[in-house]
């Protein structure tokens, strides 16, 4: 008969048992020791001298394993902090976004301003491919301001009837233009570096939101004995510390059409809220339909609970009695 083996909780309990209690007993049996069960023996030699029972060496065996591997990764646990603050890198604090509860949406006066940072600052170095000028519509601009941006951008397009390819006025389809033909001319112009595209940044990296804010906000000068590469420029929340961007955002580099005071943080704020709405267009939409679906099933669970009294209250409510016949 074929017989399947299966590692039961109480098989492994039985083996790891087995082995422990062995390791004990070796240097009993005249075996060769390795120094780490010698140590481990040595760590348990005490218990034996007092003729323990099987059952208390055996814990014993126990603790002198958890020693060694409570030691193991205590060592590798308190060397960490000391590899991390050798990375030079900061983490982001936490800041609080308008968009980010549970019931909240997004600010559009600041996905409108973040637009115009993005279209007027990072836009010269930084592509995203998959926002369309028609996904702004509704959301910062109404449609004819859309439409106005976009014919403002010529789009090369075709082949016509002759074959050539042609520019012509943008439109709502098209999507934002990219500002190097290929990453190989984005690297060129860019000291090496290549600017990633900023379409799904936000989820892209870790503590998104926060860390984009802090990296935008984070340029100054380098501690003492922090030697920064030519080119690079450092930013302690930039894994390493020295990032190829230089810093991109001053006071007043752009203009506010609603007036706002163009300050960094400000601009840094208004930036990110439109990058974290890029990365995640139907945010609002779908924290809309967490609350509808949850009312309704809310009220659907009321006449569950409704029809299932009633319909089992006739057997919860009976009385079965036998009687002699
Ligand atoms: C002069 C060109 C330039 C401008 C302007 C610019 N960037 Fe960058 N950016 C870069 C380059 C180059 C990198 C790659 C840096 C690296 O890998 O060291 C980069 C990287 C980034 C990163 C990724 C960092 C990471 O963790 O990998 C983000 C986010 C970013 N930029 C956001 C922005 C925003 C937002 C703006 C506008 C406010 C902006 N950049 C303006 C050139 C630019």
Redesign the pocket.
């Known amino acids: 008969m074929k017989t399947t083996w299966r590692p039961t909780w109480a098989l492994i309990h039985r083996l790891y048992v087995k082995t422990t209690s062995r390791i004990v007993h070796q240097p009993k049996l005249g075996f060769q020791t390795s120094p780490f069960q010698t140590s481990l023996f040595v760590l348990s030699s005490a218990e034996q001298e007092q003729g323990g029972s099987s059952k208390s060496r055996q814990s014993h065996a126990f603790a002198s394993f958890a020693t060694v591997a409570a030691t193991v990764f205590g060592t590798i646990y308190m060397t960490c902090p000391i590899l991390k603050a050798d990375d030079e890198t900061l983490e982001p604090p936490k800041y609080p976004w308008n968009h980010s509860g549970p019931l909240s949406s997004f600010d559009a006066a600041a996905i409108r301003r973040g637009h115009q ?2 279209k007027n ?2 836009a ?3 592509s995203m491919e998959s926002i369309a000028y028609r996904n702004l519509v509704g959301v910062a601009y109404t449609e004819e301001e859309a439409k106005a941006m976009a014919e403002e951008e010529e789009v090369e397009d075709g082949p016509n009837e002759e074959g050539e390819m042609f520019t012509r006025p943008g439109r709502l389809s098209d999507h934002f233009p990219a500002p190097y033909p290929n990453d190989e001319a984005a690297r060129y112009a ?2 090496g ?4 595209d ?1 379409s799904y ?1 936000v989820k892209a ?1 870790h503590h998104g939101e926060d ?2 804010f802090a ?2 906000t984070g340029y100054r000068d380098p501690p003492e004995g922090v030697n920064i590469r030519e080119g ?1 420029n450092y930013n302690p929340y ?2 390493g510390g020295q ?4 810093r ?2 001053y006071d007043g580099a752009v203009e506010f059409d609603d007036g706002t005071p163009a300050t960094t943080s400000q ?2 704020k208004d ?2 809220t439109f ?1 974290a709405w890029a990365s995640d267009p139907k945010q609002d939409e779908r924290k809309k339909m967490g609350v509808q679906a949850i009312f309704t099933l809310s009220v659907l669970y009321i006449f569950a609970l409704y029809t299932k009294r009633l319909r089992w209250s006739l057997y919860k409510s009976r009385r079965i009695e036998f009687r002699d016949m």
């Open positions: 940072v993005y600052v990072c010269s170095c930084h860019n000291n570096a290549l600017p990633p900023l940044i990296r860390y984009i990296l935008l690079l930039f894994v990032i190829a961007m230089a991109a955002l601009m840094a930036v990110v990058l």
